[in-house]
């Protein structure tokens, strides 16, 4: 603009004064703007004004014409419309970009959607996988049931002379980390065949049939290389139950389901195929997918014994420095419960608290820690308060002592008043029972005697401190002790009430269910009843524990006295000081 130019005087001149000025010869040059109401005038002193006019003043232009004033006009009209008409091809050259942009997602997409349908498995060789059976520890039986599938596709004419099928299924069942992906990895190394390996989630998809189609050409892959495995993992992310949702039989994943069972045992001969699959949720798939003609076997895949822990542990010890004194028996005899993948956690962190003290050697002192973090959690900051100490002291010796009445004293771990997180105090370990582990089976006796020692902790404090003092350290163990009294008397019928189930919870895992299924009702008297039972069984179970504290009272405070001064009690010293003053 050329008013940039100008740099104003603070005087002031009229319209009147501007126009006798120009007459009079005054004036040496003026800037006019036609759509604007003023001018820019320069004086031949060098003064510089803006003065007001009408707009598109013509008389002004007579004037400056007349008296030969130098004169130029700006027509801002040109600019603004030219102004106009970048902006115009600048808003069409951005819509163009975006329809390019938009053009270019789409073919991607659309580049994509022939293969949309295909199932992401891939093919895997003897040469692809290093792990074999003998990698395999712990799990013996379901080594050998998985062995006899590698001879049905190695030698298939050596039971068909006798009239035998191969299998169509093989689903393995068990908690997890028990090994149930590594047996599958070991059947890819040790078969000799095509492996193919997917993920049951991988089938699903947003759109509606795509899971289905995936299914088909899983399986039309598997028969071009005839003999083959599939190994499906976590078959239960399709293999639910069906009708279960609100979505009924139209959800996607029914339609994959039904693909598979078709795929599995329909018309179709599938010969020189079995399908291996794995999850730990058999209680939730559907009865069709479980049945003989799909699935023929299942492998129950369970938590190892002392000697699968033991032989775990040395698997999982070969690549480390283990020192000469680190006895591995002893360390299974410590980990009852623990999977597989738990005692490969367990040497990894032993490991990893060996580099931490800069050894070269992974001791029995590595282990322990590890093993206390992974039981117990970290530690956190030291209790300095000597009351606080003596109150958690009594807590988890009184936890300890019970225990050895009930259980036995090699049932108790370790005791300590080191606070660790998720706890309000110490911790007191105590040794899950083998038999029930491997069993599964759960007596009355072992109930009552796992909700005595849980509110031992509360006995102790009520015979030491007495009833109006005792504080909510025990707030978590009397939560536990409600919930097996809970389950003894509605689900197990171990109370006077009878053998009758009355949970409420109706295993509803689905939506559908919790909506439009009718939960059973529960009589008031009933529940009364119940609620009652509950009350009484806790108490009972509480007087039981003080009465077993009393008569314990000096091995009570001997080991108190010890935790204190040490604040950790190992199974070794527990055993030693136990053994001589304990009253059962």
Not at 232 to 249: A, L, P, Y
Not at 317 to 342: E, M, N
Not at 385 to 391: A, E, G, L
Request: proline share 3%.
């Amino acid at each position: 603009m050329f008013r940039s130019k100008f740099s104003y005087s603070n005087s002031k001149s009229s319209y009147s004064d501007l126009i006798e000025d120009i007459e009079s010869g005054n004036i040496e040059s003026i800037y006019f703007y036609p759509r604007q109401r003023e001018i820019d005038v320069l004086y031949k002193n060098g003064n510089k004004f803006k003065i007001p006019i009408l707009y598109n003043d013509q008389l002004i232009l007579e004037k400056a014409s007349e008296n030969k004033v130098e004169l130029t006009i700006n027509n801002s009209r040109k600019e603004a419309s030219a102004a106009n008409s970048f902006a115009s091809i600048s808003l069409f050259l951005i819509f163009i970009l975006a329809i390019v942009l938009i053009l270019r997602s789409t073919s991607k997409l659309a580049s994509r959607a022939f293969g949309f349908s295909k199932n992401q498995s891939k093919f895997v060789t003897i040469d692809d996988v290093d792990t074999r059976f003998d990698d395999v520890a712990g799990v013996p039986e379901a080594a050998d049931e998985l062995k006899e599938v590698i001879t049905f596709l190695k030698e298939p004419k050596k039971f068909e002379n006798l009239g035998a099928k191969v299998p169509k299924g093989v689903i393995l069942i068990g908690p997890p980390g028990t090994g149930k992906t590594l047996l599958a990895k070991a059947i890819a190394g040790e078969s000799g065949v095509p492996f193919l390996s997917i993920a049951a989630s991988e089938f699903v998809e947003l759109f509606v049939g795509v899971g289905a189609s995936r299914v088909r050409d899983l399986f039309a892959k598997a028969k071009e290389k005839s003999p083959c495995i599939i190994f499906i993992d976590e078959i239960d992310s399709i293999g639910r139950q069906r009708g279960s949702g609100i979505g009924g039989g139209n959800d996607e994943r029914e339609q994959t389901l039904n693909q598979l069972l078709t795929e599995l045992d329909g018309f179709a001969d599938n010969s020189g195929i079995i399908v291996l699959a794995a999850t730990n949720r058999p209680d939730i798939l559907d009865a069709a997918l479980l049945r003989p003609g799909r699935f023929d076997r299942k492998i129950e895949v369970m938590l190892p014994d002392l000697d699968g822990r033991k032989k775990i542990l040395s698997v999982h010890s070969l690549s480390k420095p283990l020192s000469s004194d680190v006895d591995l028996g002893y360390w299974a005899s410590r980990t009852v419960g623990f999977s597989g993948a738990d005692l490969a956690n367990l040497m990894n962190e032993s490991a990893i608290h060996c580099a931490r003290d800069v050894s070269k050697f992974i001791s029995d002192i590595h282990i322990e820690n590890a093993l206390d973090k992974i039981t117990i959690g970290l530690r956190t900051s030291l209790i300095t308060s000597p009351n606080t100490k003596k109150i958690i002291a009594y807590n988890e010796v009184g936890r300890a002592i019970v225990s050895a009445v009930r259980n036995g004293i090699e049932s108790v771990d370790k005791i300590t008043i080191l606070p660790r997180s998720g706890s309000l105090g110490g911790y007191t370990k105590i040794c899950p029972d083998e038999d029930v582990i491997s069993s599964g089976l759960i007596s009355k006796k072992l109930l009552f005697s796992k909700i005595e020692i849980a509110l031992a902790g509360r006995a102790a404090e009520t015979i030491v401190f007495g009833k109006s003092e005792i504080t909510q350290c025990s707030i978590n163990d009397i939560s536990y002790a409600t919930n097996v009294v809970r389950e003894m008397v509605t689900k197990y019928g171990f109370s006077i009430i009878g053998p009758i189930s009355m949970d409420s919870d109706n295993n509803e895992m689905f939506l559908g269910e919790g909506l439009f299924t009718r939960k059973p009702l529960i009589a008031e008297n009933t529940s009364s009843r119940i609620d009652n039972e509950i009350i009484k069984i806790s108490k009972i179970s509480l007087n039981n524990s003080i009465e077993i504290l009393k008569k314990n009272r000096v091995l009570l405070d001997k080991l108190v006295e010890i935790l204190i001064n040490h604040e950790t009690i190992d199974k070794k010293l527990f055993k030693s000081t136990t053994s001589k003053l304990l009253n059962v």
